[in-house]
């Protein structure tokens, strides 16, 4: 039904634009003679089809830059296809690859703690992870059993490092990171109640 109805409004979804680009491109490939070159980022969550639709938009030229990270393929759910990669440099002559391992945002402690992780895949491309940064302190994880617990938690240490930093920290020299805003409601309520004052970035 749904796609009748996509055909009665002559509409399009998403994976239709794929799909029916793959169609058009395989049939009509004069459309893409003019095209001189393709670059396509976040390569490693393409799924088959949207590999495809790279080859035959790049069927002239034969020219194309990727960026990609295979450590960072995370949507095999949603059919990404961490195969593209050799695909890419075996239908492409001539492919070069650059190996970009210089993290520049992360301390030592945290990218051999992300190493170490990765490194467990055993059929992963082999490369390393390195930074001009200091090594700081070590990483830390902490599993508690609520919200509540947790925020209690990440307010009485941020009270310890404010406390024990003779002066060096305070309130503003702080962040906590959360995936979604709403995670943000048990943790403001422990601040506050400790009487650390918080601002809330990026949200309400």
């Known amino acids: 039904m749904y796609q009748e109805q996509l055909v009665e409004a002559n509409a399009l979804d998403?994976?239709?634009?794929?799909?029916y680009g793959v169609q058009l491109f395989r049939r009509q490939n004069q459309v893409v003679r003019n095209i001189r070159h393709v670059l396509v980022d976040e390569?490693?969550?393409?799924?088959?089809?949207?590999?495809?639709?790279?080859?035959l938009v790049a069927y002239s030229s034969q020219a194309v830059s990727i960026v990609g990270d295979p450590d960072q393929s995370i949507y095999g759910w949603r059919s990404a296809e961490i195969g593209n990669l050799d695909k890419m440099t075996r239908e492409f002559k001539g492919t070069q690859q650059a190996r970009l391992?210089?993290?520049?945002?992360?301390?030592?402690?945290?990218?051999?703690?992300?190493?170490?992780?990765?490194?467990?895949?055993?059929?992963?491309?082999?490369?390393?992870?390195?930074?001009?940064?200091?090594?700081?302190?070590?990483?830390?994880?902490?599993?508690?059993?609520?919200?509540?617990?947790?925020?209690?938690?990440?307010?009485?240490?941020?009270?310890?490092?404010?406390?024990?930093?003779?002066?060096?920290?305070?309130?503003?020299?702080v962040a906590i990171l959360l995936r979604f805003n709403y995670l943000s409601r048990s943790i403001e309520a422990e601040l506050q109640a400790r009487g650390i004052d918080s601002r809330m970035m990026g949200g309400h």
Do not use: W
């Not at 998403?14 to 799909?19: E, P, W």
């Not at 703690?113 to 992963?124: N, P, W």
């Open 14 to 19: 998403f994976d239709d634009l794929l799909v």
């Open 43 to 55: 390569f490693q969550d393409t799924n088959v089809t949207q590999y495809e639709l790279m080859r």
């Open 101 to 173: 391992e210089e993290n520049y945002r992360s301390t030592g402690a945290i990218l051999e703690l992300a190493l170490r992780v990765v490194q467990q895949d055993t059929s992963r491309v082999q490369k390393d992870l390195y930074t001009s940064h200091p090594r700081g302190p070590p990483v830390v994880l902490k599993c508690h059993g609520s919200a509540q617990l947790e925020a209690a938690y990440i307010a009485s240490e941020i009270k310890r490092l404010v406390a024990h930093s003779g002066g060096m920290l305070d309130y503003n020299d």
